[in-house]
């Protein structure tokens, strides 16, 4: 009787050190996402002036782009 509950608890703890595990991994998939993401963010609002200059220079070489 006293070996079953033995067995029964180290089973529940190994339980419980998986899903710490995986509970881990998932936070730090979700940190490196979002770390990435506000590296877009940055680099997306650094270049911002600079894409809108290439785009207008193209505009202005293809006649205005007026749409007409």
Same mark, same amino acid.
């Given at each position: 009787m006293?070996q079953?509950?033995?067995?029964d608890?180290?089973?529940w703890w190994?339980?419980?050190?998986v899903r710490?595990a995986e509970?881990?991994? +998932? %936070?730090?998939?979700? @940190?490196i996402i /979002? +770390? %990435?993401?506000?590296a @877009?963010?940055a /680099? +997306?609002?650094?270049?911002?002036?600079g894409?809108?200059n290439v785009f207008?220079?193209?505009?202005?070489?293809l006649?205005g782009?007026?749409?007409?």
């Open positions: 006293l079953r509950y033995l067995y608890v180290l089973a190994e339980t419980q050190k710490a509970g881990q991994g +998932l %936070v730090e998939y979700a @940190l /979002a +770390l %990435v993401s506000i @877009l963010i /680099a +997306l609002t650094a270049l911002a002036g894409i809108g207008s220079t193209i505009q202005g070489a006649g782009g007026g749409g007409q």
